[in-house]
Each structure stands twice: as C-alpha cells, then as structure tokens.
C-alpha cells in the first residue's frame, strides 16, 4: 500500500506524537508499504528512514499562534495532498495532530477518492484541564474529531484501551497499540548510582501529572533520608514550579541539593538523564478522562532504559506495571513518600533485579514488533 501520514507533529522526535508517529511509520514500512509523509516541520522535500517527507510550504516552517498561519496551514496541507495525491495515488492516510476542519476535508476527499482513513487516537480530553473547560477551543476540538467527525468511514489506532473501547461502541473498527518503541534502538544501561536517583521527565500541564504531590512529599523525609536521595525534574524551571505549580520555596530550600528542577530538554538529552536513573516517577488522576484514555510516554522510555517506575496505575499500566517487581505502586498521595523510603533502603541486588524486570516488560509488551498484527489489521 501506499500511505500518507498527515499530522502537525514535529517529526521524527521534537515531542511525544512525533516519536509515536515514526514508530508507526517504521511499522509500516517493515510491513512492505511506501510511507510517504506530509507535515509541518519539514522545509524541503526529502527521505527520513524510508519515509518520503513533503514540505507543506515552499518556504518552510509556518508559525503556529494565529488565525492566518492556521487558514495557511490548513490551505497549504489540502494543496499539497491534492498534488501528491495525483502524482502517486494513495492507498490510505494516516490522520494525527491536526484540527477539525482538516480532518473533516480530509475524510470528504478521501471518501471521494476511494482512499482508506485510519486515524490516530491518543487524547480524549477533561474539562478540568483547561481554564475555561468545555468552551475551551481545545477541549471543543478534541471532542468534535473524537465523537462527530470520526465515525464507520475510519479504523481507529487507539493507544489505550478507553479509547479502543469508546469507538468499537459506535462499530468504528479499531486496535489497540499503547506508546511503543523498537527495544533494539534503547540501549539497556543498569548505571550504580551513590544515591537513589529519581526523575520525572516529561512536559506537564497544569493539573495533568501531580507534580505537586510528588515534590511535597519528598519534603517528608528527614535531612538524613534526603541525604541518599535525589529527584530530578525535567521539563519545569524552578521559577515555573513556584509560579504555576505553587510549590514552596522554603520547602525547596529544604530539599536542597536532593531536588534539581530543569526547563525543557532536547528528547535525546533527556533519554541520557533517564537512563541514568534508579526509577522515574509519575502520579496523576486515577479517575480524570484524560489519564484513562491516555498512555504515559514516559512509562514505556522508562521501561525500555530499564528504570522501574514509580506510578499509580492509570490508563493501561496495570498491564505492564507489577509493584515490587518492575515499579512501586501509589495507591495514594501519602504512598508516594513511602515508596521513596522503599527505595532508599533497597539493596543493590533488589534494585538490580526491578531493572531487569523492567526491561524484559519493556522488550515483551512494549516493543514495536509486539504490534505487527495490529497494524496490519487495521490497514486490511
């Protein structure tokens, strides 16, 4: 076949839907397609393993944050399909990342031309996420794809199991393929730290990971605990940690040199502070829509480094996360603390078995190959 990806994700590795999206794409072509992608991010036409990426714009890269570049964007993107289109004939298109409008042309063309949909599905938003809730522009996008545009003239690869289940009760065809990753290109890396090091990686918002929560009770251990202990955040400043997630400076001063908050990150700089860890950490809404549907990218990274992960178990973790043997289990805000304590007084030899086992989760349930049927199928 020949399938077209079309997404607005920075392509191949700038953020968590363009990993998702590669992978995918690598998927395909192991399976004898011609992958060929459209896209933001792409200035000229060229060959990213075995993927032929258009640019959308003779000039290149279109800013995002106003109505023009957005009537641009979605302009350039329907040109360039019509174009393509003509030039190859495509079997499929791949949908991810992208506003109501485009999807909605894009399934009247491709129905029109007799061209399979197949569309991503990785989010399905809560109102408490955003400020202003349901009048939120994309909190209202993110419904009207999911629940009114997407309907029996798609198949749907759903990375969880909420979202599976929510397009099956309309008889839309669809799979289940969690956030995955090829273990082959991971390397296992089982580093001996002096202290315990745990991170959180990732790029919070407000309200989604429980970076509060995990913060302040590391600030229940004693000025001795906190002496084999370090917790590294990437993806938040200091300065935003006190400003949008109201955590304490004074308690910050408490933790002193056992917290280490960090901005942003290039995705393979972070991959390097991951897999020198001892756990990661995660905790978020056990009962919010947003962690049910969702995937943690960050607990299949953690995973395939083999780094246990502290978490709850939301989503599909409980397929994947065994307290005691490849993570620590929250059942609630006042566990987090004691499984920091767990983990300052395990032996080497435990630690040691808990990466291990995470690996093997990883290369077992969490690997791309694991897949293959599932994306055959839904390109059938």
């Not at 890269?61 to 570049?69: A, I, M």
């Not at 350039?76 to 174009?83: A, D, E, L, N």
Request: proline share 2%; net charge positive; with cysteine.
């Amino acid at each position: 076949m020949k399938i077209l990806l079309i997404s607005d994700n920075r392509y191949p590795d700038g953020d968590a839907g363009a990993v998702r999206e590669r992978v995918l794409a690598q998927m395909l072509i192991k399976q004898g397609n011609e992958v060929y992608r459209v896209g933001r991010f792409c200035s000229t036409e060229k060959i990213l393993e075995g993927v032929v990426c258009f640019p959308i714009a003779d000039k290149g890269k279109l800013r995002k944050g106003n109505l023009k570049n957005l009537l641009l964007f979605n302009e350039h993107m329907k040109k360039i399909i019509i174009k393509k289109d003509n030039d190859i004939h495509f079997d499929a298109f791949l949908l991810t990342g992208l506003k109501a409008r485009l999807v909605d042309w894009i399934k009247k063309y491709a129905i029109d031309r007799n061209i399979k949909l197949v569309y991503n599905s990785v989010e399905f938003y809560s109102e408490n996420q955003f400020r202003y809730g349901k009048l939120s522009r994309h909190f209202k996008t993110n419904r009207k794809i999911a629940q009114k545009i997407i309907d029996q003239n798609f198949s749907v690869i759903g990375i969880s199991s909420f979202l599976k289940n929510i397009f099956e009760q309309r008889n839309i065809k669809a799979v289940r393929i969690p956030f995955v990753l090829f273990s082959r290109e991971i390397k296992y890396s089982n580093i001996q730290n002096e202290r315990v090091e745990i991170a959180y990686i990732g790029r919070p918002g407000k309200g989604k990971d429980y970076l509060k929560d995990f913060i302040e009770e590391l600030g229940k251990l004693t000025a001795d605990e906190l002496q084999k202990i370090h917790l590294t955040i990437v993806g938040v400043t200091k300065k935003e940690l006190i400003d949008n997630f109201s955590i304490r400076e004074d308690l910050i001063d408490y933790l002193g040199d056992a917290f280490s908050p960090m901005g942003l990150l290039p995705r393979q700089k972070a991959m390097e502070i991951l897999s020198s860890m001892d756990f990661t950490v995660l905790y978020r809404s056990d009962t919010a829509v947003y962690a049910k549907a969702g995937f943690p990218t960050k607990v299949t990274e953690s995973l395939m480094c083999g780094i246990p992960v502290i978490t709850n178990l939301t989503s599909d973790l409980s397929l994947y996360i065994k307290d005691g043997e490849n993570g620590l289990v929250i059942d609630n805000r006042e566990k987090i603390s004691e499984c920091y304590r767990k983990a300052i007084n395990m032996s080497k030899e435990s630690l040691n078995r808990m990466k291990i086992s995470a690996r093997k989760t990883a290369e077992f349930y969490l690997d791309a190959n694991c897949y293959a049927n599932e994306i055959e199928d839904i390109f059938a």
